[in-house]
């Protein structure tokens, strides 16, 4: 079983790599682009046969370790 | 118009940071996972109405800035 995690900022925390790529795609004579956020995701093959089950233990990995939820959001998708 | 990019290293190419993440999440005491990939996610917020025309602009993004397409693949959501 295939976990994809997202983790990307929360709104309203500062995203540098966010902005250093939306000045760098400008320099490159992209126009109208608007705000660009950076995040990461995290696939993991996980042994486990229950959707259910995955998910929480994917949710536990992100509040440990994945995601600072203190700045971070993160989303989980099961496949 | 929104536009998601997932990069991602290539398939056969070490990938330190998931090797670290899998380490991590072992010695924290999760069981059974295999293989870890860390890739990153880019948000782009775009002042175009057209899906394809943002596709290609995307695309275009990518092969000049966005991705290192000798080691890494990248996948566009158009939303």
Chains 1, 2 share one sequence.
Do not use: W
């Not at 079983?1 to 309203?12: E, I, Y």
């Not at 790529?21 to 996980?46: C, N, P, T």
């Not at 600072?68 to 496949?79: F, G, K, L």
């Amino acid at each position: 079983m295939k976990a994809v995690v997202h983790v990307m900022l929360k709104q309203g925390v500062l995203d540098p790599q966010g902005e250093a790529v939306r000045h760098a795609l400008g320099a490159l004579g992209f126009k109208g682009i608007g705000a660009v956020r950076q995040g990461k995701v995290i696939e993991l093959d996980l042994d486990r046969s229950d959707p259910e089950a995955a998910r929480a233990e994917v949710t536990e990995m992100c509040e440990r370790l994945l995601a600072n939820t203190v700045i971070e959001s993160y989303r989980i998708e099961i496949a």
